[in-house]
């Protein structure tokens, strides 16, 4: 009986390929170049299902050259690379893996919010140059302090409110806006309050982005956003690029309007906006939020039973549409 074909647009762990070729014929982007949309289009002709990153745009035109397409599994929480309706209406289902890299992604963003408070970064490139002359200094890379500070979080889904609990080891005030607020008794376990947007941007010593990405959050951080920052306050996004407007931010950064910013996504990425890359007050990672190995693999074995479910007429754990 001829296997149901599949397709993994990028390089995924062996072990999760393997269990998928039991059951399927796969497609495996094992060489891990980002497929451009025309062969991404050749490569799912005839298939049923897709394992896609947020990289992989899913748009009307490619859906109408997918005919077969029954499921397209995202290895990641976010969707705004799939057009959700086109799918709905083609009867295509999406699905996600959310939960599972929550905590992973909440350390990385205490790390670049520690490092850009710190100015590790700066140093580390001191000391590599060969720049470090004199043991000590009192006045050397004088960074912010992190305790008993004052942490704002724009977006407190459950990758939000990991990052509040981390707080917590530091005696911070955390100040928080989302669309709905938290139950009562959330709050109180997170020692968070709601404020106004506004009021926390005037009132926090860093600002952390966790809003997902849509056309509403589209530069939900601009030009206007950052002028009401602390001048000492940092800038924290490992959320998606988009929400924050880089060029303002690069503005603000070179004029020194706030002190830094730690950033884990960028808008167009894996393109830089060229006036980061000279900037010591900011420091840049490449989309690696959820990038320990053990997260990694129960992303990728969820996303993998995710489509596995759909394509054996069973509902997926995580449904998107």
């Known amino acids: 009986m001829k296997k149901t074909k599949v397709v993994i647009t990028r390089g995924i762990f062996p072990e999760v390929v393997q269990q998928l070729q039991a059951r399927f014929d796969v497609v495996h982007n094992d060489d891990d170049r980002p497929w451009t949309a025309e062969e991404l289009a050749a490569r799912l002709a005839g298939a049923s299902g897709a394992m896609a990153t947020v990289m992989d745009r899913f748009d009307e035109p490619l859906l109408a050259k997918c005919p077969d397409l029954k499921v397209i599994s995202n290895i990641a929480v976010g969707y705004n690379n799939i057009d959700i309706a086109a799918c709905t209406k083609r009867g295509i289902r999406v699905t996600n893996t959310p939960g599972v890299l929550d905590d992973t992604t909440a350390d990385l963003t205490w790390s670049i919010l520690m490092a850009a408070a710190r100015r590790i970064a700066e140093a580390d490139a001191y000391v590599r140059r060969g720049d470090w002359k004199i043991a000590f200094g009192v006045q050397y890379f004088l960074g912010q302090d992190i305790h008993h500070a004052t942490l704002g979080i724009i977006g407190m889904g459950r990758i939000g409110q990991a990052v509040a609990r981390r707080a917590r080891g530091f005696d911070m005030r955390v100040l928080y806006n989302n669309r709905s607020r938290l139950d009562g008794s959330t709050e109180k376990q997170l020692n968070a309050a709601w404020v106004e947007r506004d009021v926390l941007l005037a009132q926090s010593d860093f600002v952390v982005v966790m809003a997902p990405y849509s056309a509403a959050t589209h530069h939900l951080i601009g030009a206007a956003e950052i002028a009401k920052m602390k001048p000492t306050a940092i800038l924290v996004n490992s959320a998606r690029g988009g929400v924050v407007d880089d060029a303002a931010l690069v503005q603000a950064l070179k004029e020194k309007r706030i002190a830094g910013a ?60």
């Open 262 to 321: 730690g950033l884990d996504v960028f808008e167009g990425e894996p393109k830089l906006h060229p006036g980061y890359a000279t900037l010591p007050n900011v420091v840049l990672t490449p989309h690696i939020g959820s990038a320990s190995r053990a997260t990694r693999i129960v992303m990728c074995n969820t996303a993998a039973a995710n489509m596995t479910a759909v394509l054996e007429g069973r509902d997926p754990q995580n449904p998107v549409n």
